[in-house]
């Protein structure tokens, strides 16, 4: 009986080992200061250079649309406006890129691909953000980045 459970427990944690995320050369996940994890750079990163691809699951927008009704944290970035990435599912650490109203990095889409790019030099420990412009959020979701000119939601809607 106890060798069946160690078999199991080494089984479960074998399942557990296996859904460990690849994360993309040069960054680390942990704590963040803006909301839960964050991505940080472990690696420098100089203005202009590509960090990393986003990776995950390819759903259809519908399929995006019903995810971020049943979440509270998302990690979906649509590619177009027929398909999106779900980060949570086969992503590489980039779906922790946490939003900042004055963010290091931006996100750029090429041929179905979305990657990410240094706005300015980025060190190893800094954490990189993205100004998330619209999301699948509501536009009355709150931002938490600290930045001096912090607009006070993720989402810019409304704003000129």
Known sequence: MAARRRLQGS???AKLFSMKIK?????????????????FATATFRRGRKIAEYAGELIPDAEAERRAHN???LRICAINSNWSIDGSRWGNGTHYINHSCQPNCYMKILYNHILFYALRDIHPGDEITLDYVMTLHSDKK??????ENCRGTINKAGQS
């Open 23 to 39: 994360l993309a050369e040069g960054l680390a996940v942990r704590k963040s200061k803006i909301n839960g994890k964050g991505c």
């Open 11 to 13: 089984a479960r944690a």
């Open 142 to 147: 709150r931002c938490a980045c600290g930045a």
């Open 71 to 73: 979440r509270r944290v």
